[in-house]
Nanobody, 117 residues
Framework: VQLQASGGGSVQAGGSLKLSCAAK???????????MAWYRQAPGKQRDLVAQ???????IYLDSVKGRFTISRDNSKKMVYLQMNSLEPEGTAVYYC?????????WGRGTLVTVSS
């Protein structure tokens, strides 16, 4: 299984980006039953959870992105997305998608988001 993240880039504050993550080589039924999340890591800082699907179809978000970011998934395409609106310079980081399936944890290589003021 390989996770391929894309969609990063450079934007000005207030702009939007949509990140995508493709789960290559994962069986659809496994994908459907997996937990999906996006993390980010700014230079010199720890990796933080940004958004995650939890039980019951609900999702949770880092407090600082609530109301601006939305995690979604397309099970038929085995894709996970992160729509990011009203981006702030503090959002500059490498964004990683993460999939947990049982005891297996998969990470993508990350996609860089740079937000200029």
């Amino acid at each position: 299984v390989q996770l391929q993240a894309s969609g990063g880039g450079s934007v000005q504050a207030g702009g939007s980006l949509k990140l995508s993550c493709a789960a290559k080589g994962m069986i659809t039924s496994v994908f459907v039953g997996s937990r999906m999340a996006w993390y980010r890591q700014a230079p010199g800082k720890q990796r933080d959870l940004v958004a995650q699907f939890i039980s019951g179809g609900r999702s949770i978000y880092l407090d600082s992105v609530k109301g601006r970011f939305t995690i979604s998934r397309d099970n038929s395409k085995k894709m996970v997305y992160l729509q990011m609106n009203s981006l702030e310079p503090e959002g500059t980081a490498v964004y990683y998608c993460n999939i947990e399936s049982g005891s297996q944890h998969y990470w993508g290589r990350g996609t860089l988001v740079t937000v200029s003021s």
